[in-house]
């Protein structure tokens, strides 16, 4: 029978050749990820993957080389002036040459390289390694909705996809052990009085040479095999020798011995009933864990385009990350100025409102959210909060308060001040304020300032860097585990329905 095995549909990045490729180009990967983060569009980070361009000295494989030892002495064939162990004297002047030198990129890995891509699912496997959330205590959902299949035990009936040969040939042999214990013993006896008629027939310098001997094994069938094989040997030297009645009691032997091998032969066979053994899997209601993610931010008047940009980048990034650690991401976009309103994605980044801002009305009205729709007791909660940090004095202490309120509930809560060089209100700061409260919430609130594009990426590594707790030690490789789904680039908010005019 022939077995095609068809890789086309498989994934490249599972290929152990494409593995070591990355591992030799690891640094390369990394440097083009985050130019892609710092220069690539928003809408497209990631998306689809990456093309990364690797020096060709770079795309070597290591290979082991036999250098040559010893002293080699032999003439070129051809040579007519040079015999073997003549000396040839040292050219004076040194080497000549032309004068001329190798041209950029004539050597190899100078100026040369080479282009390979990585997926998305690549992609975010690098851009999250080695990151981890904060306080990872996953709430669950009260309805289990989603089974998995689990083991459940060894069964004598299943498919045969699910056979456990192992504990079959243990089964098998102990069912064998069992019944034929009586027909092994009684065809030891039969084999043992065979040998004492042969015996009889050897004289005692002739017993040596056939190297009688007594048996001791502990093993049924062990003995039984050695005896066996002695009977045969005593057979082939002095069955001519013995008395036509000792010739018969051999022969009747000989039947009795052939039925009963017969039996245990029989009753050593595979028997279905009895000896297969079946991994058993039955479906198991499992909890599907679950997180909302606030996206708070200031749409007065002095956030800019510039702003709302830097700042959907950060979202995009923390929106990525807790995919790969829950089942299910909310998305709740909360704009606010000096009031605040749930609204959808487009309307979050694209519309803004004139006046100042107070930073308590975002925070407010996601405590309201949380007390409506998401119980901290069921949901993973995280709130990432940007603002230019214009905010009016008055708002400080009632911003302090409602951080304090909120901050007992999430799982982690992230405070970006985007501050462009050269963007208005640039004086101004509220990052002190919530440093007041991350001395007491210093495992949940964290800090971060944003000047320019490529100060995202950083600050966002900083939120999450590995602290060695319980999921980098589960990791254990150096890539995380697999995205269920990454080809929707944008965020997948729930839907929101628009509230009436006050």
């Known amino acids: 029978m022939t077995t095609v095995i068809d890789r086309r549909q498989q994934s490249k990045g599972d290929l152990p050749s494409r593995k070591r490729l990355h591992e030799r180009a690891a640094k390369h990967i990394r440097k083009a990820i985050t130019d892609s983060i710092v220069n690539g569009d928003?809408?497209?980070?990631?998306?689809?993957?990456?093309?990364?361009?690797?020096?060709?000295?770079?795309?070597?494989?290591?290979?082991?080389?036999?250098?040559?030892?010893?002293?080699?002495?032999?003439?070129?064939?051809?040579?007519?002036?040079?015999?073997?162990?003549?000396?040839?004297?040292?050219?004076?002047?040194?080497?000549?040459?032309?004068?001329?030198?190798d041209k950029a990129g004539d050597r190899k890995g100078e100026n040369t390289k080479s282009k390979f891509r990585i997926s998305e699912k690549e992609f975010f496997d690098y851009l999250f390694d080695g990151l981890e959330?904060?306080?990872?205590?996953?709430?669950?959902?009260?309805?289990?909705?989603?089974?998995?299949?689990?083991?459940?035990g060894i069964v004598s009936q299943g498919p045969s996809s699910k056979l456990d040969l192992t504990?079959?040939?243990?089964?098998?042999?102990?069912?064998?052990?069992?019944?034929?214990?009586?027909?092994?013993?009684?065809?030891?006896?039969?084999?043992?009085e065979e040998r004492g008629i042969l015996e009889c027939y050897a004289p005692p310098a002739e017993k040596a040479s056939a190297k009688v001997a007594f048996l001791r094994e502990v093993s049924r069938s062990r003995r039984l095999k050695n005896l066996e094989k002695e009977v045969l040997?005593?057979?082939?030297?002095?069955?001519?020798?013995?008395?036509?009645?000792?010739?018969?009691?051999?022969?009747?032997?000989?039947?009795?011995?052939?039925?009963?091998?017969?039996?245990?032969?029989?009753?050593s066979k595979w028997s279905e009933t009895t000896d297969l053994r079946f991994h058993f899997h039955e479906p198991k209601p499992i909890p599907k864990s679950k997180a909302v993610m606030f996206c708070v931010m200031d749409t007065s008047g002095s956030m800019d385009n510039t702003k709302k940009e830097y700042a959907k980048i950060f979202y995009m990034l923390l929106y990525r990350f807790l995919q790969?650690?829950?089942?299910?991401?909310?998305?709740?976009?909360?704009?606010?100025?000096?009031?605040?309103?749930?609204?959808?994605?487009?309307?979050f980044f694209e519309k803004g409102e004139s006046g100042g801002t107070f930073l308590s009305s975002g925070i407010r009205k996601m405590l309201e959210i949380?007390?409506?729709?998401?119980?901290?007791?069921q949901w993973n909660i995280y709130g990432a909060q940007a603002s230019d940090g214009d905010n009016f004095d008055s708002d400080n202490a009632p911003t302090l308060v409602a951080l304090n309120e909120v901050l007992p509930l999430v799982q982690g809560y992230f405070y970006t001040e985007?501050?462009?060089?050269?963007?208005?209100?640039?004086?101004?700061?509220?990052?002190?304020?919530?440093k007041k409260a991350q001395e007491v919430f210093k495992d949940r609130l964290w800090t971060g300032v944003i000047k320019r594009r490529d100060d995202i990426w950083p600050m966002f590594k900083e939120f999450f860097k590995s602290k060695g707790?319980?999921?980098?030690?589960?990791?254990?490789?150096?890539?995380?585990?697999?995205?269920s789904s990454l080809s929707e680039p944008e965020l997948n908010p729930v839907p929101v329905t628009a509230a009436p005019a006050p």
């Open 469 to 483: 707790g319980l999921e980098a030690k589960a990791r254990g490789g150096r890539m995380a585990a697999a995205l």
């Open 133 to 152: 959330l904060p306080n990872l205590t996953k709430r669950t959902e009260s309805v289990m909705n989603n089974e998995a299949y689990v083991h459940a």
């Open 418 to 434: 985007i501050k462009p060089t050269g963007s208005v209100y640039y004086e101004q700061s509220s990052i002190n304020l919530f």
């Open 167 to 192: 504990r079959s040939k243990k089964q098998k042999m102990k069912r064998v052990s069992a019944i034929t214990k009586p027909h092994v013993d009684e065809l030891l006896g039969v084999l043992e």
């Open 324 to 347: 790969r650690q829950y089942d299910k991401i909310d998305v709740v976009f909360i704009s606010h100025s000096t009031e605040a309103d749930e609204v959808n994605q487009q309307d």
């Open 233 to 267: 040997g005593l057979k082939a030297l002095f069955n001519d020798k013995a008395s036509p009645g000792d010739t018969a009691r051999i022969q009747a032997l000989d039947s009795n011995a052939s039925t009963l091998r017969e039996k245990i032969r029989r009753l």
């Open 42 to 101: 928003i809408k497209d980070i990631g998306t689809g993957g990456i093309d990364v361009t690797v020096p060709e000295e770079d795309m070597a494989e290591p290979t082991i080389h036999h250098g040559k030892g010893g002293i080699y002495r032999h003439a070129v064939p051809g040579n007519r002036e040079y015999s073997v162990g003549d000396k040839i004297p040292k050219p004076p002047g040194g080497g000549q040459g032309d004068g001329k030198g």
């Open 370 to 377: 949380i007390e409506e729709r998401y119980p901290s007791d």
